[in-house]
């Protein structure tokens, strides 16, 4: 007899533990072990949560190297069927080799269920019989379980399930995460309740008025908003480092529907417009996607959504300054250019139109559908066409952590007919998928590339750009470490070509997420290794950083309302001179619109006890000494970069925490 050291480790989730009884089959090129009761001096405690459990497995003779396990529970007759989630199995043989099998996920019935040993194969390495149908069966059961759907046409497609609870276990909520969101949102409604706002269809009286929804929560940089949020450095400022820093792009001729003359604007340093055209100082922000979008109707008002051009100017202070704003796409006589020279109320709100429009397009394009709906995407495609033993399955595999539970979440609860974002907002209803639709004819796959949307946007040297300087360097960290780990698998580019279970996950994308856009640089096949590395740094990139820059200060940039208003309630001015305080407050929205935006925007900023930040890898994934060192230089140079940037903001009047690696999600998890 051979005796093979059996230790199984539960996880540390707080309802991992069972008290069923749990049996082990060990499965090698050479045979078999028996199906084995795991019973030893813990008795009942050897898989609660957080237990590492060792037994023994004795064979008549050797079985071989060790393919993989067969895992199943069954209940004891007094006891319920429980739900179990081990993390891994770790098995030694009597060769003295140790072979790792990765779970992570929950066994909630009495089927058997197949793991592999944890090393990393592509189908083409899979050479054993066993391994190759243990493969196929995985990959049948994951199509049953992850099923595409259409929310809506010309945008792109979702998991099909209609609650949390259609989701597979392993990609739902922790106890933990479930609670604290539950409680976190419970809290803001109670406390709007109490406080009588979700109900009151009055407009602002005043805006010292507007304390009473935000005194009740602030950051400090909400605090800095509330303060400063009149001013034009402020104002510019936001195209850079706010919640959006996607649309500024460097301004060489102005279009033509935006007919500025050097007349018309007061430059600091005393050059003409195309002066300073010319020398790269001047900037256009472009808000065509929402031109002729229908509003909706709020308390029984029509609400108001332009779709302005701004134009903004580098001083030779590198402030950037707004200069003219015009409100509507078509020049016309009751559509003026509105410039810093006006009244103070034709300017003020001029820029709350503008600031109003922003909320729509970062939140429609920038973030539902940049990050949240294209990590889906990827996340789905992952869980239907790599099996948990491909290389790319346990690289990306933590970067889809929670995001098919908050996603499915979004849909019911801000974009369906009663979801929030419907009910209050301009852009809700039919007009959010008009804008959905617009961005993703638009979209390109340049644009979801720093480096390349950087410069295709011209953005290169603005100064004080910290959106991009932390970007870039993150990307590059993470491109670097992407680059390792596949060129560890694969050797050349033959190897990428001739993957099916890579190539089949690329077309699911390019099917279901980029919506066969060819012409948009999306492409249905990749060929060379260069090609990989860059799409896989895309997939991390957008599910971590890009959606931690365009996520996390929601509340800071808007919990003053008046800095992004959810919507405005009455037309913007048609002639110069007609503005005062009680226009603008009549065009604000109402008290319930303002406290359920804020609400809604403080419950999506809020990180959870079990935030999981970028480089953190609570699930052992990878077993090969390359790889495992990989992540540990991934995660040194992460720790470098957040200690850079956290000495850069001890000198920042507003700090730029949004790309600090210790405060992006590994994942789109909120």
Not at 126 to 149: C, F, I, M, T, V
Not at 451 to 468: H, K, Q, S, T, W
Not at 526 to 552: D, G, R
């Amino acid at each position: 007899m051979v005796d093979y050291k059996v230790t199984v480790f539960t996880s540390n989730a707080t309802t991992a533990t069972t008290f069923n009884n749990v049996f082990i089959k060990l499965v090698g090129t050479d045979g078999e072990s028996e199906r084995k009761w795991l019973i030893g001096f813990r008795g009942a405690t050897a898989f609660v949560k957080g237990a590492v459990s060792t037994f023994t497995v004795s064979c008549p003779e050797s079985i071989g190297k060790l393919i993989l396990i067969e895992v199943d529970k069954q209940r004891l007759l007094l006891f319920p069927e429980d739900s179990w989630f081990p993390a891994k199995v770790e098995v030694e043989s009597p060769e003295g080799d140790t072979y790792t099998f990765p779970i992570y996920r929950w066994i909630t019935d009495s089927k058997v269920y197949r793991f592999r040993e944890g090393k990393a194969l592509r189908v083409f390495e899979d050479n054993h019989h066993l391994g190759q149908h243990s493969r196929q069966q995985e990959l049948k059961q994951r199509e049953e379980d992850y099923r595409w759907d259409v929310y809506a046409a010309g945008i792109p497609h979702n998991i099909k399930a209609e609650s949390p609870l259609d989701l597979p276990c392993e990609v739902r909520f922790s106890f933990t995460k479930t609670t604290e969101f539950l409680f976190t949102a419970t809290t803001g409604l109670t406390e709007l309740q109490l406080k009588g706002l979700d109900d009151c269809k009055e407009s602002w009286t005043d805006i010292d008025s507007i304390d009473r929804v935000f005194c009740c929560k602030t950051t400090p940089i909400s605090e800095y908003v509330q303060d400063h949020w009149k001013e034009d450095a402020f104002f510019g400022y936001q195209y850079l480092n706010g919640v959006n820093p996607m649309l500024i792009r460097r301004c060489t001729a102005l279009p033509s529907n935006f007919p500025v003359t050097d007349g018309m604007v007061s430059l600091r340093g005393q050059r003409s417009l195309q002066e300073e055209m010319k020398r790269g100082n001047i900037f256009l922000c472009d808000y065509k996607r929402l031109d002729g979008v229908k509003t909706a109707t709020i308390n029984g008002k029509k609400q108001y959504l332009m779709a302005p051009l701004v134009l903004l100017h580098k001083t030779p202070e590198d402030q950037l300054m707004p200069i003219a704003i015009q409100l509507k796409q078509t020049p016309a006589d009751d559509n003026p250019i509105f410039f810093p020279t006006d009244s103070e109320y034709d300017w003020l709100m001029a820029k709350i139109f503008v600031r109003s429009a922003e909320f729509s397009e970062h939140q429609l394009n920038v973030h539902l559908l940049r990050t949240h709906l294209l990590a889906e995407v990827f996340a789905v495609s992952l869980l239907r066409n790599l099996p948990m033993v491909h290389p790319l399955y346990k690289l990306l595999i933590p970067h889809t952590r929670y995001t098919l539970q908050i996603n499915l979440m979004a849909r019911d609860r801000l974009i369906s007919e009663n979801g929030v974002f419907t009910k209050f907002t301009a852009s809700g209803g039919e007009g959010m998928f008009t804008i959905l639709k617009r961005s993703m004819s638009s979209m390109t796959y340049s644009s979801l590339c720093i480096p390349d949307d950087i410069a295709e946007r011209g953005l290169e040297d603005v100064p004080n750009f910290y959106y991009r300087d932390d970007g870039l360097r993150l990307w590059d960290i993470i491109n670097r470490f992407v680059q390792g780990v596949l060129s560890y698998y694969y050797k050349n580019d033959a190897e990428v070509h001739e993957d099916p279970e890579l190539q089949k996950w690329i077309l699911d994308i390019y099917s279901h997420g980029f919506l066969s856009q060819g012409t948009n640089g999306f492409f249905r096949r990749i060929s060379t290794l260069a090609e990989l590395i860059k799409f896989v740094t895309v997939v991390i990139f957008t599910c971590s950083a890009q959606h931690a820059s365009v996520n996390s200060g929601q509340f800071d940039y808007g919990g003053w309302m008046p800095n992004t208003p959810v919507s405005l309630q009455r037309p913007p001015p048609t002639t110069k001179g007609t503005t005062s305080e009680a226009t603008m407050l009549q065009t604000l929205p109402d008290v319930n619109t303002t406290a359920q935006g804020m609400a809604t925007m403080w419950l999506l900023s809020r990180q959870s006890s079990d935030f999981v930040h970028l480089g953190r890898y609570p699930e052992d994934h990878f077993n090969e000494e390359i790889p495992c060192k990989l992540i540990k230089d991934f995660q040194g140079e992460l720790q470098a970069l957040s200690a850079a940037i956290k000495v850069r903001n001890e000198s920042l009047e507003v700090p730029y925490t949004y790309l600090d690696p210790t405060e992006v999600e590994n994942s789109v998890a909120i």
